[in-house]
């Protein structure tokens, strides 16, 4: 396990807009638009579900090329920011980035009565076998963002020496659950709950309407939740086996297992993100050896714009393929 302090942190907020606040909400304007069109694909899961991918490019040309697997966070998809433009970077170096959408997130509703959720790990462990399978053996990586990243390393935590990743990268990520819930109720960022609960509801109604009784709510009982953890207990939870929205949180969480990672792994987080706590940044002995933790000052939820005013710059564009490197290219 390697900390990585301030004074090698690589990362400088671009000046005037450290507020996390605004390095939160930046790269959404900076991203409006995407270059990339990617390839679609629909890749059908044993349990009769699917899960739709988008590939950089067609992957049947040019399946010798190291690969990318993105996953994005809570209600992402293709169109984040953070993914299409860390995509165009990673097809830049001559890899093929793919990212795998959680159930219900490409834009038509899953068919089973579930959902996805924080340490659903099922479906990514049978997408990366089927990677290997079906497009054959070459150097992998993967990168989680937000609730894919914690979902990362509960993966990578339950894998050890069996994952079949050469190298990750956490950023952003929740890596304790329950603390995240009570942040998300305070402050300014009530703000992202609110918009995030928002998708969420957006997404079960047009579940429920596709596919009425998926979910154990109907809809009017889905209109009157008013937080995040209401969202969790009556679906989320429900729908995946847990007791509670509590229960949930504590066996999905990721911290715990950090300590079984046994494959090469960079966790970044932001000192000032607005949806995290103190609870969240990891112990020494609670990562691996094989694990490398970069805090920064500053950088919010998934921001981290740097450069300058008139040449603003994404650093985890930079930062991520620069890590990844040695793993994918060497």
Not at 10 to 22: M, Q, S, T, V, Y
Not at 60 to 76: D, I, Y
Not at 291 to 302: A, E, K, L
């Amino acid at each position: 396990m390697k900390f990585m302090d301030e004074q090698h942190e690589r990362f400088i907020a671009l000046a005037g807009f450290g507020n996390p606040h605004l390095q939160t909400v930046l790269p959404r304007l900076l991203r409006r638009h995407v270059t990339l069109q990617p390839h679609w694909q629909r890749l059908d899961l044993p349990d009769g579900d699917f899960v739709d991918l988008a590939w950089s490019e067609d992957p049947q040309p040019v399946q010798h090329k190291p690969r990318a697997v993105l996953f994005h966070g809570l209600e992402g998809s293709f169109y984040s920011p953070y993914i299409h433009g860390l995509m165009a970077r990673c097809q830049a170096r001559g890899w093929l980035a793919v990212v795998m959408h959680f159930r219900g997130c490409s834009g038509e509703p899953n068919r089973l009565n579930r959902i996805y959720h924080s340490g659903e790990t099922e479906d990514a462990r049978f997408f990366l076998q089927w990677l290997r399978t079906r497009w054959g053996r070459v150097p992998t990586a993967a990168v989680g963002f937000s609730l894919g990243g914690n979902m990362l390393g509960c993966l990578l935590g339950q894998q050890g020496e069996d994952t079949a990743l050469d190298a990750s990268v956490i950023v952003s990520a929740p890596l304790m659950l329950e603390p995240c819930s009570l942040r998300l109720e305070q402050g300014f960022s009530r703000f992202y709950q609110y918009y995030l609960l928002a998708q969420l509801k957006k997404n079960a109604e047009r579940k429920l309407r596709a596919w009425p009784e998926t979910l154990p709510v109907n809809l009017t009982q889905l209109k009157a939740l008013r937080r995040l953890r209401d969202f969790d207990d009556a679906i989320t939870a429900r729908a995946h086996g847990f007791v509670d929205a509590g229960d949930y949180y504590r066996r999905a969480s990721a911290l715990p297992l950090l300590n079984s990672v046994r494959k090469p792994l960079l966790i970044i987080h932001a000192k000032d993100d607005p949806f995290m706590s103190s609870d969240v940044i990891p112990r020494k002995n609670q990562l691996s050896a094989t694990i490398t933790y970069q805090m920064t000052s500053h950088g919010g939820h998934v921001g981290f714009v740097g450069g300058t005013l008139f040449q603003p710059q994404l650093w985890l564009e930079q930062r991520v393929p620069q890590w990844l490197s040695p793993f994918l290219d060497g």
